[in-house]
T-cell receptor, first 117, second 111 residues
Framework: NAGVMQNPRHLVRRRGQEARLRCSPM?????VYWYRQLPEEGLKFMVY????????ESGMPKERFSAEFPKEGPSILRIQQVVRGDSAAYFC???????????????FGPGTRLTVL | GQQLNQSPQSMFIQEGEDVSMNCTSS?????WLWYKQDPGEGPVLLIA?????ELTSNGRLTAQFGITRKDSFLNISASIPSDVGIYFC???????????FGTGTRLKVLA
């Protein structure tokens, strides 16, 4: 499967626990984007990462949320001390070129559906 | 945050009919993308547009980049049941990676 991979597909956490969402970009892609989607809504940008660098985290809450994209391994979106309002679908997308250049399409993974009890 | 306005929000059509939907923005965009999302899945890229006035087809789908650069249109010809889903537009300005997503058009096809 050469597409963007995300796991787990479904994640259930109790309030106060930590949630870790993983994303492996498409082969050859070094740019990763995380989005959040609430039911019946569009996708909202959270953070943009390149290998070992956070480029833009302007869409991510300042507290409890963090993201990384290490040199080796998948990108991780981490939510500490989850609350019910964190329940949503979290999607990862990847691209292979810098923005502003033709063909900067973003390809999405299947998402992780987080439910906070 | 900023969102694009998509219309219609939802539509029911008969199988075989043509479908039109559009996306409008108060900002000028340099790239428009159209995605389809099935329930429980991630968005799948359908068409990418890069130039004002550009008309691009992908099978029964045709999308256009509006000449004002503030809108885009997606048409589906001869709809079939598997066209059911949510269609999202996304726009970005030059030199940015941050796509703004529309609110989606929910399409239901009646056999």
């Amino acid at each position: 499967n050469a597409g963007v991979m995300q796991n787990p597909r479904h994640l259930v956490r109790r309030r106060g626990q930590e949630a870790r969402l993983r994303c492996s970009p498409m082969k050859g892609h070094s740019h990763v984007y995380w989005y959040r989607q609430l039911p019946e809504e569009g996708l909202k940008f959270m953070v943009y990462l390149q290998k070992e660098n956070i480029i833009d985290e302007s869409g991510m809450p300042k507290e409890r949320f963090s993201a990384e994209f290490p040199k080796e391994g998948p990108s991780i979106l981490r939510i500490q001390q989850v609350v019910r309002g964190d329940s949503a679908a979290y999607f990862c997308a990847s691209s292979y070129r810098l923005a502003g250049v033709v063909n900067n399409e973003q390809f999405f993974g299947p998402g992780t559906r987080l439910t906070v009890l | 945050g900023q969102q694009l306005n998509q219309s219609p929000q939802s539509m029911f059509i008969q199988e075989g009919e043509d479908v039109s939907m559009n996306c409008t923005s108060s900002s000028i965009f340099n790239t428009w993308l159209w995605y389809k999302q099935d329930p429980g899945e991630g968005p799948v890229l359908l068409i990418a547009l890069y130039k004002a006035g550009e008309l691009t087809s992908n099978g029964r789908l045709t999308a256009q980049f509006g000449i004002t650069r503030k809108d885009s249109f997606l048409n589906i010809s001869a709809s079939i049941p598997s066209d059911v889903g949510i269609y999202f537009c996304a726009g970005a300005t030059s030199g940015t990676y941050k796509y703004i997503f529309g609110t989606g058009t929910r399409l239901k096809v009646l056999a």
